[in-house]
Nanobody, 124 residues
Framework: QAQLVESGGGLVQAGGSLRLSCAASGRSFSSSAMGWFRQVPGKERAFVAG????????YDDDSVKGRFTISRDNAKNEVYLQMNSLKPEDTAVYYC?????????????????WGKGTLVTVSS
């Protein structure tokens, strides 16, 4: 049973940056796709970014492409989300997810594991 633990959330001013980390336990990390989702109260959890086991990336183009970068370190069992030029509308709880395929992440269902989330608050 793998576990995902997010860290790095916090309060930042608009225009600032944060780097989220997700530490994964379990032996399947290096062969899994990893992703980041976010959720605000009253809305469904939404896909933000994903990365395949060999480093192919995909983003929710409308909201974050060009500002957010996902990366992973298979030796450390960690995945990261570098968030730059943050906007107040980026405020959300950010969740890490592990899935068999990158397409699974984009589909929004069928994840193997979820983290408990980390709160990002962007002030104006």
């Amino acid at each position: 049973q793998a576990q995902l633990v997010e860290s790095g959330g916090g309060l930042v001013q608009a225009g600032g940056s944060l780097r989220l980390s997700c530490a994964a336990s379990g032996r399947s990390f290096s062969s899994s796709a990893m992703g980041w989702f976010r959720q605000v109260p009253g809305k469904e959890r939404a896909f933000v970014a994903g990365i395949s086991w060999r480093g192919v990336t995909t983003y929710d183009d409308d909201s974050v492409k060009g500002r957010f970068t996902i990366s992973r370190d298979n030796a450390k069992n960690e995945v990261y989300l570098q968030m730059n030029s943050l906007k107040p509308e980026d405020t959300a709880v950010y969740y890490c997810a592990q899935a068999p395929l990158l397409s699974t992440l984009r589909g929004g269902s069928g994840m193997d594991y979820w983290g408990k989330g980390t709160l990002v608050t962007v002030s104006s």
